[in-house]
């Protein structure tokens, strides 16, 4: 009987992790900093949708959700998006002002993850966010009831139509149900592959003083 390999390859369609490492030296002393390092990493490597994270959020009662969203804007006081506030997400961040949040780049065999609380963006801030918006997807916002069920396609481009008729280029007022949310991190984990598994990770959290602290997690 011949000898079994006690070292199997890998099952077809796993991807061998070979394309970088983390260490303790290259880390940033702050993971806003570190964490811009790596979108300009992803930019740069022409991957798609660099901007795009997993938010994840809950009900009450422990219920959860995820879906992909894009980010506006990032730095030291947090990461800003932007929904419809009547939609599922909307509706659970009100009720529960907690996130989890996922960035991954599969061509740099990366991700980030995120947790922290939420807060809503002031009327002001929303407004100028939506005014730096494509005059049709101004119209979207209006047009979208965000996670509720609809007759049909039809009835949706209908809506868009009439939208269109009432409000020229310009002249789209911020829907009162639409805007800006923030996720704030109270930890940031930075995770690159590694061959056979054995991947880099570090977390920051914050101590008592406020100052990040980061460790290596183990894989």
């Known amino acids: 009987m011949a000898e079994e390999d006690s070292n199997p390859p890998e099952r077809e369609g796993h991807t061998e992790y070979t394309r970088g490492t983390l260490s303790e030296a290259d880390l940033k002393q702050d993971p806003f900093e570190q964490f811009a390092d790596w979108l300009e990493a992803a930019v740069v490597s022409a991957g798609d949708e660099p901007t795009t994270m ?64 939420i807060e809503k963006l002031s009327a002001e801030a929303s407004d100028a966010y939506h005014g730096r918006r494509a005059y049709k997807s101004q119209l979207a916002a209006w047009a979208s009831q965000q996670s509720k069920r609809i007759d049909s396609r039809q009835a949706l481009e209908d809506r868009m139509e009439a939208l269109q008729a009432q409000y020229t280029p310009g002249n789209v007022p911020r829907p009162p149900h639409w805007g800006g949310f923030r996720l704030i991190p109270r930890s940031f984990e930075f995770w690159q592959g590694r061959a056979h598994r054995l991947n880099d990770r570090f977390l920051y959290e914050k101590d008592e003083k406020g100052q990040w602290q980061t460790c290596r997690l183990a894989p």
């Open 54 to 117: 997993t938010l994840a959020t809950s009900t009450l009662d422990g219920v959860p959700s995820a879906r992909i969203v894009l980010i506006d804007e990032y730095g030291p006081e947090g990461f800003t998006f932007y929904t419809n506030y009547e939609s599922r997400k909307g509706r659970e961040l009100a009720d529960n002002p907690r996130a989890a949040a996922v960035f991954f780049w599969p061509h740099l065999e990366r991700q980030v993850r995120i947790e922290g609380a």
